[in-house]
């Protein structure tokens, strides 16, 4: 998800996380995970994985 808001549109993942990984990009907002990643590049949180964690179930993003 990070990666996405990053602007990377190539992933190379495991057989194994690709139904998993195609379901989360699916569920996602790019425009609104890209917008909340720069926030917290302006102002890093000092738990990164838990902000994003928070905003993806905010957000209805598909976590398995």
Known sequence: MALIGLGIERLSITPAA???IKAMVRSLDRAAVTAFMAELLADPP???R????DWALQNGVELT
């Not at 838990?50 to 964690?53: E, H, R």
């Open 46 to 48: 000092r738990d990164m």
């Open 18 to 20: 690709v139904g998993p």
């Open 50 to 53: 838990g902000a994003l964690t």
